[in-house]
């Protein structure tokens, strides 16, 4: 396998950080049980079983996030480990590891799971799973802890282990006095006053003026401030830090690239469908001003399957490999685009290929579990059955338990107005209606988790 070039090597973070570092570990089920326990404590005490409702109520309001605070996500340098009480118990009783190795970690995945506006500005709340040989470790946050983590590891990942929003996290996260700093140098003006371009095409009247003005390291640095400003969610600030490099080298793949993800991010904030066809327009011209770069095709690629642009994808992914040969990333995201169409005899081999790929122990194990499992699925009918019948079933629980919580908090005015007008009928459905929806919602949500790992192979060659 030739060697592959990285394009992110020029922009790596450098920042020491003390060791160990830790987080908070992402744990919903904390929210979920303290929930719970006051709202029956609350039930308690209408029904006048005062001792109980104390007793929930203790545990509801602060055990619970006593053993929240408790639960960390701990960094020492070779290991991430879980230290809280709960988890340490529960893995101590199946017989699990408390911890991951990072050369057994297989995937990092990111998503931005909320935002909220302030002052011009989209505040992104990420969460962050490291999937490996060990438990799943989950972390979210959007504060310095939450940086001190990411620069801390993901420095020591591979860059093809990590998604494209953990990559952005991996080279552009920045303390946000940092990142105002380099703007005011670079005189950017503030999100108020840009707000209004946004919506228009950026004027090329001036193109050749700047061009010449400015060199290579003006767009080098205008480049890094972008995607710092993108990532810490001043995407206004950030759209007119790219329109001004844009015009010192309009020929740049990965500017071109950068560039259309915060149109992308843009159009999902503020619901414009013109801003998204000018990020796949931008994605598209970065796709032809790749030069053979391969590692940028295959970024590309997957910023096309995550917006739903499923052939645009498939052409981006197959020129990395025509371009490059074996390359890794390509070739799961070619797996993953067969596994939507349901072509499993194509699934198969591109994890298979992809396992030649690489010479990673960790990658090498996943590639070949999942080639064995879906080599299974299509060999074993009776094993397909009963994983398309849980995967259902998981879809099923999915909106079920949505809607037992749904009808759970839209009970709890009825229970208002009951009390407030003093209607102990109206009351009483109220109380009831919410307290089944919400034990509905508990199981449902413990079932699930239930059904989420696959089926052994070995009980049903055993049946």
């Known amino acids: 396998m030739p060697p592959v070039f990285d394009a992110y090597d020029h922009r790596e973070i450098r920042d020491h950080v003390r ?204 480049k890094l401030t972008a995607n710092q400003l993108r990532v810490s969610g001043s995407l206004v600030r950030a759209m007119e830090a790219f329109r001004r490099a844009l015009r010192i080298e309009p020929l740049n793949g990965w500017l071109l690239f950068d560039y259309s993800r915060c149109l992308f991010s843009l159009s999902n904030l503020n619901n414009d469908p013109r801003l998204g066809r000018r990020g796949a327009a931008a994605l598209r011209l970065a796709e032809r001003r790749a030069s053979g770069d391969a590692e940028l095709l295959e970024r590309i690629g997957e910023t096309y399957r995550q917006f739903g642009f499923s052939r645009r994808a498939a052409s981006a992914y197959q020129a990395a490999i025509e371009r490059l040969g074996e390359c890794f990333r390509a070739l799961i995201g070619l797996a993953e685009l067969a596994l939507d169409e349901g072509k499993l005899a194509h699934v198969v081999h591109n994890f298979s290929a992809a396992n030649m790929a690489t010479r990673n122990a960790a990658l090498k194990r996943w590639t070949r579990s999942e080639a064995d499992y879906f080599t299974r699925l299509s060999d074993d009918d009776n094993y397909m059955e009963l994983e398309v019948s849980r995967m259902n079933l998981l879809d099923k629980l999915d909106r079920w338990k949505k809607s037992a919580f749904r009808i759970a908090l839209y009970s709890i005015p009825l229970i208002a107005v009951g009390l407030f007008f003093d209607e102990p009928l109206v009351a009483d459905a109220g109380w009831l209606v919410s307290a089944t929806a919400f034990l509905t919602w508990a199981g449902m949500n413990v079932v699930f988790r239930m059904l989420t790992p696959r089926i052994p192979y070995e009980l049903v060659e055993d049946d």
């Open 19 to 222: 060791l160990p570092v830790s987080i908070r570990a992402y744990a919903p089920g904390y929210a979920a049980t303290a929930l719970l326990l006051t709202f029956f404590s609350i039930l308690s005490l209408y029904l006048s079983f005062r001792v109980v409702a104390v007793i929930l109520i203790t545990f509801g309001i602060v055990v619970v996030p006593l053993l929240w605070f408790s639960d960390k996500i701990v960094f020492d340098g070779k290991r991430l480990i879980r230290t809280g009480i709960l988890p340490r118990a529960w893995f101590r009783l199946h017989g699990l590891r408390t911890w991951t190795k990072l050369r057994n970690v297989e995937q990092v995945d990111t998503v931005a799971v909320g935002s909220f506006r302030r002052g011009g500005r989209v505040r992104f709340m990420y969460r962050t799973s490291i999937f490996g040989d060990g438990p799943q470790i989950v972390f979210s946050g959007v504060g310095k802890s939450y940086r001190r983590m990411i620069r801390a590891v993901f420095p020591k990942f591979e860059t093809h282990i990590l998604d494209c929003r953990s990559l952005d996290l991996r080279f552009y996260v920045a303390e946000p006095y940092e990142i105002s700093r380099s703007a005011s140098e670079l005189k950017i003006p503030s999100a108020d006053v840009l707000e209004s371009w946004i919506r228009e095409r950026p004027s090329r009247s001036k193109k050749g003026t700047e061009t010449m003005q400015e060199g290579p390291d003006r767009a080098e640095q205008l």
